[in-house]
């Protein structure tokens, strides 16, 4: 199904959706929990709108099924983050239009400040050290085990583990500091 969809049978991407509905709605609701436990995003919106996203794609170029869930998770990672970033701005009067369907998300002030100051963690970690962004992505967007990461990135999942806690520990550092800082 996944060489289908990669030739552009939009009838292989819905069954493909299909088939893994139940997992990306698991993965959406696991990113729910992450913003403090956070009950007010709604998690089946989520799985549309990151589902919208992925059939959007010109060329979809899924290898396998890690890496299908690796999109998905970066689908709904640019979800949360436009939807984060318009509540901010709405919040300060500035007008935002609202993102398809957002009006089915709620989302906290803290939860959405969270949120962005994780994406521009993770985008400063992407600058510094692509791979350790990567495991990183693996590991908490996706959920995916050190086996799993290792086999999607062809390293060793002592170089998985090592990456995962160096990343964790960077990334805490760096959104408390940008915390104290604004």
Do not use: C
Request: glycine letters at 6%; charged letters at 30%.
């Amino acid at each position: 199904m996944l060489r289908q969809a990669q030739e552009g049978n939009q009838e292989a991407v819905d069954r493909i959706f299909s088939a893994v509905y139940d997992e990306l709605h698991g993965l959406a609701k696991a990113q729910r929990v992450k913003w403090d436990g956070n009950h007010t995003l709604n998690t089946t919106v989520l799985v549309h709108e990151a589902y919208l996203k992925l059939v959007d794609q010109e060329e979809a170029e899924w290898k396998d099924r890690s890496h299908f869930f690796a999109v998905a998770a970066l689908a709904m990672r640019h979800i949360l983050v436009n939807y984060a970033r318009r509540a901010k701005a709405a919040r300060r009067g500035g007008g935002a239009d609202p993102l398809p369907l957002a009006e089915d998300i709620l989302m906290e002030k803290g939860v959405a400040e969270e949120i962005l100051a994780l994406n521009d963690g993770l985008e400063e970690l992407t600058r510094r050290n692509p791979r350790q962004a990567k495991v990183t992505e693996l590991r908490f967007f996706v959920g995916l085990s050190v086996k799993e990461v290792a086999d999607a990135l062809e390293i060793s999942p002592a170089t998985v583990k090592r990456d995962w806690q160096l990343a964790s520990a960077w990334l805490k550092r760096e959104i408390r500091g940008n915390a104290h800082a604004g």
